[in-house]
């Protein structure tokens, strides 16, 4: 079955295998009627998405950012739905994010070269094809070369957190991202929370700061996992969003767009709180 609505969407200018343009022709393609491009830490790909939506009147584009954050357990990630993608401060912040991938990317490919993977940096960079290079890009020049079998594999052995070749790089605490997404107009959504140790801990803090929503419906969850995020999300009075996550990394294994099950009513909340803080709002 496909969801008419997936709010969790990566493209090229991220690290997803379809540009802007393919995504949009993709879902049109399965009868969605509502999609979030939310690449991690960049923008770019949001104009074109819209542009090319402009030939599918049935599909409605939602602007959306993935900002990355830390905490000393690990990652946490926070979408931003109808961001002003144009806003400067966040240019700027989401700018100097990508550097810090840059470095952080080269940074891995010399670890893994210490660890006899050889993998080319400028096969890297033509894999990511000018957008901002991530890991699923070195994955796919170390898969390319037999280096793994899979994806996964090159996420679990070696950059992943615990992995032989990660670096950190930088980034914002939670709390800082969900208050740039505010002031750039925006509605922040905790993506993925089954990722925190303690996610109602991070909820409420998170609430304090202006978070609007959590990721309930979601890639690989199952029925009382999801019943459990929806039932967190009306304890807190915040909307229970959701999507497939998809990146075109991995047909065999990954959700595909519009997999995920997510109800309509998610994204009426979304919209309709969207248009009560700015009542100018057009899809």
Known sequence: MVSRVDLHIHSTASDGRLTPADIIQKAAERGLTFIALADHDTVDGIASAQAAAQAFPG???IPCVEISTDIPQGEVHVLGYFIDYTDPELGVTLDR???SRLRRAQGM???LDNLGIHIDWQRVQEIAGGSSIGRPHIAQAMLEKGYITS???AFTEYLSRDGSAYVEREKMTPAESVEL????KGLPVLAH???INDPETMIVELKTAGLVGIEAYYDGYT???INRLVGLADRHNLIATGGSDYHGLDPNTETAIG???VPMESVERLIALAKQRNPDLRL
């Open 181 to 184: 997404i505010v002031k750039a």
């Open 151 to 153: 994806i996964k594999q």
């Open 259 to 261: 997999g995920a099950d």
């Open 97 to 99: 994010f990508k550097n």
């Open 223 to 225: 029925a009382e996992e």
């Open 193 to 195: 929370p089954l990722t």
């Open 109 to 111: 490919v010399a670890k």
């Open 59 to 61: 599909l409605k584009v």
